[in-house]
């Protein structure tokens, strides 16, 4: 399922990790410029992490019938709904005003803020998939709850490729981020 949306295959170009060899992750939380800006917003790639796996785990446990299909829906309508909503609005941002403050503190990592960005319109495009099959799971397990099981196997293949697509994007965004903040102390 992962190769039917376009998701970014190709690691981030080298040159764009020159600081994160001088800023390794094991060092960002000892860093005098590690501020607590940063530290929320890494807290909240973390949530997004973590929601893609719950409602992919609530998907399988229902598909499994570990999971009755009430409790499902319900867990989908909350879990889903941040997923869905709080990745809209963090994406926006960055794209809005995080993006262009790295750029302007250190336009040699542009081309790297470019495939970032890309990934967000290309994200944009599962989540809107995603949505549309997770609307259909509520709608179907009032009316048709073998109908809904179906699609129930939609929204489990879907937030598979969300996870997938957030582990790859979170990371490099968090690699090339975090570096320039604490090169240039941003943030704080």
Not at 50 to 56: F, S, W
Not at 84 to 102: C, K, M, T
Not at 169 to 175: K, S, V
Request: aromatic share 6%; net charge negative; charged share 30%.
């Amino acid at each position: 399922m992962l190769d039917t949306y376009d998701m970014r295959k190709t690691d981030m170009p080298d040159e764009m990790r020159v600081l994160l060899d001088q800023y390794p992750r094991d060092s960002w939380a000892a860093h005098p410029g590690f501020a607590e800006k940063t530290r929320h917003w890494l807290g909240a790639h973390q949530m997004f992490r973590q929601l893609a796996e719950r409602v992919r785990l609530d998907a399988e446990a229902c598909l499994d019938r570990d999971l009755s299909p009430e409790t499902h829906a319900e867990r989908l309508m909350q879990y889903g709904g941040a997923l869905v909503g709080n990745l809209h609005g963090h994406h926006g941002w960055e794209d809005r005003s995080y993006f262009p403050e790295l750029s302007a503190a250190d336009p040699r990592f542009d081309a790297g803020l470019a495939v970032l960005e890309q990934d967000h319109v290309d994200l944009d495009k599962v989540l809107a998939e995603f949505t549309r099959h997770a609307n259909r799971v509520l709608q179907l397990s009032h009316l048709d709850p073998p109908q809904a099981r179906e699609e129930v196997a939609q929204v489990q293949g879907t937030s598979a490729v969300i996870e997938a697509f957030l582990q790859r994007h979170l990371g490099d965004e968090e690699d090339l981020a975090v570096p320039i903040i604490l090169h240039h102390r941003l943030r704080g």
